[in-house]
């Protein structure tokens, strides 16, 4: 509609300059008609005659103007009617994610727990089902908030130095495992660069292209491979999969495209992806600044290509490894969650792990244990949005408080809004975004408690 609205406007602006010219060349007409004609007469009816002509012109031209400046009053609504609609759907994706996130959540931490109980192996087997099918819920929700976000401009990327070596031998190490099980050769090379980068989306940027030419190569393998070029560093992921063909390399950057059916060159038993990985690459990699190249020969393999400007070695971004997890036997922790299920299944969790728990609902649940003779806790973990607009953090402040010292303290929540990190931060404590997951909490929780 606005493609239209916009032609309309370029053929009346055309009409107008072309009406404009005719006037010109009436007046013109007049200036040489008085000079040539020495008749009082004469030069009367010409003046008349032109005086006509000129003023159909000018109000033919009054009412292409006017149909103008409706049609731009029209674009200007029509723009401000869909920035509306982006926000409102971006907000309804925000306060559904959370909503669907939460019983996800205590889903996950329930078969966690489940797993580390003693089970026959079609059991562990249907657990590993289960939650590999929760993954995938969580992937998506996810997935579909970002796409929402960068579409809506709300992602504001925050450029620092980021040192590369780092970024790609964690995403090796990652990846290595999921390489060697498909018998294919994963290889890291480049220099020790630093780049102007926000680290968070690089990260996944390359995340998603190094899962998909894992995912949809066969044999052979994957190189992930940095060169400077001048005062820019091109970062290349490149398989030897299927490759794509000439009509579908647009197509591949699209929502819920996966090429072939979806499941053409992905491994035996492997699950295919979304469909949503090319869409969020090329809204991240648009968002930075950074060109995104591709470039493929069917039957041969693919290569991606990210080019961005080189940082400077002061104060590079470092990505920090995941502390290796041990056991939590005797750890006092005390929990703080609003929905029954999320803390059930969170107290079994910890408790398998050898943890003394001590879980409540909001602060004045936390101050009548205390006053009942609560032993003072480890670690706290707590969640962010209790009921009636209550927030985890006043419980920190309130234990904190008592105790006259730093408690350590986890917060999670579905929220992803930056004002929520920054508030956890300001505290000195650690954010953890629901659905939890076990392995990650429970390496967070003892590198905290060390």
Same mark, same amino acid.
């Given at each position: 509609?606005? #493609?239209?609205?916009?032609?309309?406007?370029?053929?009346?602006? /055309?009409?107008?300059?072309?009406?404009?010219?005719?006037?010109?060349? *009436?007046?013109?007409?007049?200036? $040489?008609?008085?000079?040539?004609?020495?008749?009082?007469?004469?030069?009367?009816?010409?003046?008349?005659?032109?005086?006509?002509?000129?003023?159909?012109?000018?109000?033919?031209?009054?009412?292409?103007?006017?149909?103008?400046?409706?049609?731009?009053?029209?674009l200007v609504a029509a723009?401000?009617? &869909?920035?509306?609609?982006?926000?409102?759907?971006?907000?309804?994706?925000?306060?559904?994610?959370?909503?669907?996130?939460?019983?996800?959540?205590? #889903?996950?931490?329930? @078969?966690?727990?489940?797993?580390?109980?003693?089970?026959?192996?079609?059991?562990?087997?249907? #657990?590993?089902?289960?939650?590999?099918?929760?993954?995938?819920?969580?992937?998506?929700?996810?997935?579909?908030?970002?796409?929402s976000k960068l579409d809506?401009?709300? =992602?504001?990327?925050? @450029?620092?130095?980021?040192?590369? $070596?780092?970024?790609? %031998?964690? *995403?090796?190490?990652?990846?290595?495992?999921?390489?060697?099980?498909?018998?294919? /050769?994963? !290889?890291?090379? %480049?220099?020790? +660069?630093?780049?102007?980068?926000?680290?968070?989306? *690089?990260?996944?940027?390359?995340?998603?292209?190094?899962?998909?030419?894992?995912?949809?190569?066969?044999?052979?393998?994957?190189?992930?491979?940095?060169?400077?070029?001048?005062?820019?560093?091109?970062?290349? @992921?490149?398989?030897?999969? /299927?490759?794509?063909?000439?009509?579908?390399?647009?197509?591949?950057?699209?929502?819920?495209?996966?090429?072939? %059916?979806?499941?053409?060159?992905?491994?035996?038993?492997?699950?295919?992806?979304?469909?949503?990985?090319?869409?969020?690459? /090329?809204?991240?990699?648009?968002?930075?600044?950074?060109?995104?190249?591709?470039?493929?020969?069917?039957?041969?393999?693919?290569?991606?290509?990210?080019?961005?400007?080189?940082?400077?070695?002061?104060?590079?971004?470092?990505? $920090?490894?995941?502390?290796?997890?041990?056991? *939590?036997? %005797?750890?006092?922790?005390?929990?703080?969650?609003?929905?029954?299920?999320?803390?059930?299944?969170?107290?079994?969790?910890?408790?398998?792990?050898?943890?003394?728990?001590?879980?409540? !609902?909001? +602060?004045?649940?936390?101050?009548?244990?205390?006053?009942?003779?609560?032993? &003072?806790?480890?670690?706290?973990?707590?969640?962010?949005?209790?009921?009636?607009?209550?927030?985890?953090?006043d419980v920190a402040a309130?234990?904190?408080?008592?105790?006259? #010292?730093?408690?350590? =303290?986890?917060?999670?929540?579905?929220?992803?809004?930056?004002?929520?990190?920054?508030?956890?931060?300001?505290?000195?404590?650690?954010?953890?975004?629901?659905?939890?997951?076990?392995?990650?909490?429970?390496?967070?929780?003892?590198?905290?408690?060390?």
């Open positions: 509609m606005i #493609a239209l609205s916009e032609a309309a406007d370029e053929t009346l602006q /055309r009409r107008i300059e072309k009406l404009e010219r005719i006037n010109a060349a *009436l007046m013109a007409r007049v200036e $040489r008609s008085m000079d040539q004609q020495g008749g009082a007469y004469a030069l009367f009816q010409t003046a008349i005659m032109l005086e006509g002509r000129v003023r159909a012109r000018t109000e033919e031209l009054t009412g292409l103007m006017r149909r103008l400046e409706r049609s731009n009053e029209a723009k401000e009617e &869909a920035e509306t609609a982006n926000r409102s759907k971006t907000r309804f994706l925000a306060a559904a994610s959370h909503d669907l996130l939460q019983p996800l959540n205590a #889903a996950r931490l329930s @078969v966690s727990a489940l797993t580390d109980l003693p089970l026959t192996p079609d059991a562990v087997a249907i #657990a590993s089902q289960v939650e590999r099918g929760l993954q995938t819920i969580e992937d998506l929700i996810k997935t579909l908030l970002d796409i809506a401009g709300i =992602v504001r990327p925050v @450029v620092k130095p980021v040192a590369l $070596r780092d970024l790609l %031998g964690g *995403l090796g190490a990652s990846f290595k495992p999921f390489a060697e099980r498909k018998g294919l /050769r994963l !290889r890291v090379r %480049g220099p020790d +660069l630093v780049v102007a980068s926000d680290v968070v989306l *690089l990260q996944r940027i390359l995340q998603n292209l190094v899962s998909n030419a894992v995912r949809y190569t066969e044999s052979g393998g994957v190189l992930i491979a940095a060169r400077r070029r001048g005062e820019t560093c091109r970062i290349e @992921v490149v398989d030897t999969g /299927r490759g794509i063909g000439e009509g579908e390399r647009d197509l591949v950057f699209e929502e819920f495209y996966r090429g072939g %059916g979806g499941k053409s060159g992905v491994g035996r038993g492997e699950e295919p992806g979304l469909g949503l990985g090319l869409s969020i690459v /090329r809204r991240m990699a648009q968002a930075l600044g950074h060109p995104l190249d591709l470039a493929s020969r069917p039957g041969r393999g693919t290569r991606m290509a990210l080019t961005l400007p080189l940082g400077t070695e002061e104060a590079a971004e470092e990505i $920090r490894a995941a502390p290796i997890a041990t056991r *939590l036997s %005797g750890a006092r922790i005390l929990i703080v969650e609003n929905d029954q299920s999320t803390a059930d299944a969170l107290q079994r969790l910890l408790r398998n792990w050898d943890a003394e728990v001590s879980a409540y !609902r909001d +602060l004045a649940g936390v101050a009548a244990g205390v006053a009942a003779g609560l032993v &003072a806790p480890d670690l706290l973990i707590l969640d962010y949005h209790l009921d009636d607009g209550a927030c985890g953090l309130y234990l904190r408080d008592i105790a006259q #010292a730093p408690l350590p =303290v986890i917060v999670t929540t579905a929220d992803y809004s930056p004002e929520i990190e920054s508030a956890v931060s300001g505290l000195g404590a650690e954010l953890v975004h629901k659905p939890i997951k076990p392995a990650q909490l429970r390496s967070l929780l003892t590198y905290m408690l060390t």
